[in-house]
């Protein structure tokens, strides 16, 4: 069944190689393989599937309008799915969180709109250098990979990545050492080598990196030095946003306002490709056409994500019922962890980017794939892939993230007895 895969798909296939089944079909919260086997997703495209799989509201709609022959692709023409996405974005998330920004319709990947944003810091202010932090990915397209951590990325590049500067992130060299004073330091030192930089890039919630949380503490001590030091704030939303963190932007619980913020992934809703990057005005200085995309059109997108919008995104009633499953899955991780020494497994992460983080990459992959043999898709991440990564749909049952708790939980359970075993 896979022989055509292993006779002509490129080597640099990822996911496959954990997961060896050929898929059919998805629903709700689970997908199928060609056998009718299911699965209870837990990766939900690496968090592009906020909604679950064809979502029944996003998917009417996408239906009713392909069957009025509606635009698919408009380059950045007007278009009346764009000006309905537009309007409701503005009414639905812009308004209601005293929000001021511009919409530039990037190429439809993340790494494009990353791409973007640093192509307007760098143009705003005449400067060239770009802060990000360690452990931080923002793409692996050449600008963006420079600002991606790990090496693992990076090193594919072929050439020397330049432009970016890294520095620790929140907690990176614990919590004793306040990394945002640091960067002030850095900052207001000549001799320290670090260049002022157009702007600093941040996730307020690190998902590739092991979901490392920054606190509001330090996301609003990165806000101040920025508006001191005249220094452009882009905030990437990619994985966390769109609801992924509890509400519709991660950076809310903060009260910050970045000048500029990248969406993606879920931003469609469905799973289509999607990417802006959202510009306070007084930055939107582009000339016509100079950062554009063949695919910045994607009408089909449009017509998803003001569905999502207007379906989940209303009133409270959505996140608050995310937060009350969100707090559901911090309790059951951390009754998972408590059994065991703290150098093996610990709980972290925020919102329904949450996970346990293993002793080491080893651990976490063999839990991975004890959950699979059980039925369950998840994946690791962190710079050693240590983190066992729940990206649940945010429309999960609480009976359906419970049986999925308990896969891994058995999982653990079986990994570790078996390492404690070996070091006894």
Known sequence: MTDIFNEIESEVQSYARAFPVVFERAKGSYLYDTDGKAYLDFLAG????????????????????????????????????????????????????????????????????????????????????????????????????AATGNSHHRDASGIPLSGVSHVPYAGYMGDDLDTVKLLESMLEDSSSGLDKPAAIMLETIQGEGGLNVASNE??????????????????????????????????????????????????????????????????????????????????????????????FWSDDKFQNEVQEKVEHLSTRLRDIASGYDRKLIKAKGRGFMQGLECRDGELASKICALSFKDGLIIETSGADSQVVKFLCPLTISVEELNKGLDIVEKAVKTTLQEEIKKAS
């Not at 909604?51 to 029944?56: D, I, L, R, T, V």
């Not at 709609?61 to 392909?66: F, G, M, Q, T």
């Not at 380059?75 to 009414?91: C, G, R, V």
């Open 46 to 145: 690496a968090g592009t599937l906020n909604y679950g799989h064809n979502n029944p509201a996003l998917k009417e709609a996408l239906l009713e309008y392909i069957g009025n022959d509606g635009i698919a692709h408009g380059l950045d023409m007007h278009t009346a799915a764009k000006q309905k996405f537009l309007e409701t974005l503005n009414e639905r998330i812009f308004k209601p969180r005293d929000l001021d920004y511009m919409v530039q319709f990037t190429g439809p990947t993340g790494t494009n709109a990353v791409e973007a944003a640093m192509k307007i810091a760098r143009n705003v202010t005449g400067r060239h250098n770009i802060v990000a932090f360690t452990n931080g990915f923002h793409g692996v397209s050449l600008g963006a990979m």
């Open 218 to 311: 330090w996301l609003q001590a990165v806000e101040k030095l920025c508006r001191k030091h005249d220094i452009i704030l882009i905030v990437d939303d990619i994985q966390a946003g769109c609801g992924r963190s509890g509400r519709f932007f991660s950076f809310e619980e903060s009260g910050i306002k970045p000048d500029l913020v990248t969406l993606s992934k879920s931003l469609s809703g469905f799973g289509l490709p999607f990417a802006v990057t959202l510009i306070k005005p007084e930055y939107d200085t582009w000339k016509p056409g100079e950062h554009n995309g063949t695919f910045r059109g994607n009408n089909h997108a449009f017509v998803t994500a003001a569905a999502a919008m207007e379906t």
